[in-house]
């Protein structure tokens, strides 16, 4: 069974780590300090060459979140190291500092994004900054911030220098009128999270930057992703991921969700694999520009006896939050 065989693989790796630790003619262009404005796309301070046969060069902006780090190693195989800029607003640990390049990026700052963007001759641009789901209703003003405003830049920024736009949206961009089991990639989406609303914008602007300007936008909706080496970053199915390090830890999980809550799931790798691969696919295989991604669904319930095949002493408690459960 695939949630079998991915909790298995999610274990073993936590065991081995003690740590666990359609072409258009313009594009918008902005000026700094003033307005966007319209240009020609062929105007020859914005021109890239980049063949399909070349390799890309990447930049992943909020690389150090819970999947920046797995991409860029992923791509970095594929790639070669220095073909991949992770960047972040935070400070990168010992092992991401040394294993590739790094640098300071706050995509809010649109003049730093460009000037990244033009000095590394930037191709493909993968944009996992976010606040997740639980992050964002806590402080909507900063969710609106990053998510929104945030990814305008990255819009514009990839417009104008004729980037492939990577920009997942997730299963919080359904809401409770949206059909289920399976939700379709076009249904009715009306989330009631900061995080839901941001990301459906994001979907619909960069689908209209493509449909407009004639953007290489790519879309995939994650569901909760689960990861061994590293930590979610505030969300509702945080819980798949924190129980694998309390169950090995302490021996005690407590849930913060419903022990029936089922959410859909799937393992980092896969994820990852998922994006790569919509990512090098041929424009022309492409007939939409975001796709639902699927692997499994499970509640806490099932998911805790899974895990106690592993660990049976394991004590589980069920202390909802409400602002995760109502997300959930
Ligand atoms: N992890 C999941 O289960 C999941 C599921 C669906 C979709 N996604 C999406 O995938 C992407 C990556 O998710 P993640 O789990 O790694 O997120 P995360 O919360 O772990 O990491 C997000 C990163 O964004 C950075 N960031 C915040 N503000 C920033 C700013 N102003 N400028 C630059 N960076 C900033 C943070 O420092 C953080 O490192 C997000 O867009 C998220 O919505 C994730
Ligand atoms: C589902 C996904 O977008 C994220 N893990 C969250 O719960 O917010």
Redesign the pocket.
């Known amino acids: 069974m695939a949630i079998v065989k991915n909790l298995g693989r999610t274990l073993s790796q936590l065991l081995q780590s003690p740590g666990c630790g359609c072409q258009t003619s313009i594009v918008p262009v902005r000026c700094i300090g003033v307005s966007p404005r319209q240009v020609t796309s062929d105007a020859s301070f914005h021109s890239v060459s980049f063949s399909e046969t070349d390799h890309p060069r990447v930049l992943i902006?909020?690389g150090?979140?819970?999947?920046?780090v797995g991409l860029a190693k992923l791509l970095r195989k594929r790639f070669g190291r220095n073909n991949v800029i992770l960047s972040?607003?935070?400070k990168p640990p010992d092992d991401v500092f040394y294993n590739g390049p790094f640098i300071y990026?706050?995509?809010?700052d649109y003049k730093n994004l460009r000037e990244i963007v033009v000095n590394n001759r930037i191709t493909w641009l993968f944009h996992?900054?976010?606040?997740?789901s639980a992050v964002g209703e806590a402080n909507v003003p900063l969710a609106r911030a990053?998510n929104i405003t945030?990814l305008h830049n990255i819009l514009d920024i990839a417009a104008e220098h004729s980037l492939r736009l990577f920009v997942?949206s997730?299963i919080g961009a359904f809401g409770p009128t949206s059909p289920r089991n399976p939700a379709p990639d076009l249904c009715i989406q009306r989330p009631r999270t900061i995080y839901g609303v941001s990301?459906v914008h994001a979907e619909l602007m960069g689908e209209y930057y493509h449909y407009r300007y004639g953007l290489d936008f790519r879309c995939l909706r994650?569901?909760?992703?689960i990861s061994a080496d590293s930590q979610?970053?505030?969300?509702t199915?945080d819980y798949a991921v924190q129980i694998f390090h309390d169950a090995i830890k302490n021996g005690k999980f407590q849930c913060n969700l419903k022990s029936d809550t089922r959410l859909p799931m799937m393992y980092i790798d896969d994820c990852l694999k998922a994006t790569l691969d919509v990512m090098e696919a041929p424009a022309a295989s492409l007939s939409m520009r975001t796709y639902n991604i699927s692997a499994m669904s499970f509640s806490p319930e099932e998911l805790v006896q899974e895990v106690k095949k592993h660990i049976p002493e394991l004590q589980v408690t069920y202390t909802v939050d409400a602002v995760r459960q109502a997300i959930g």
Request: hydrophobic fraction near 30%; glycine fraction near 24%; charged fraction near 10%.
């Open positions: 902006t909020g150090l979140g819970q999947l920046g972040d607003i935070r990026s706050d995509i809010l996992y900054s976010a606040l997740l990053v945030g997942p997730t990301k994650y569901p909760g992703i979610p970053g505030g969300g199915t």
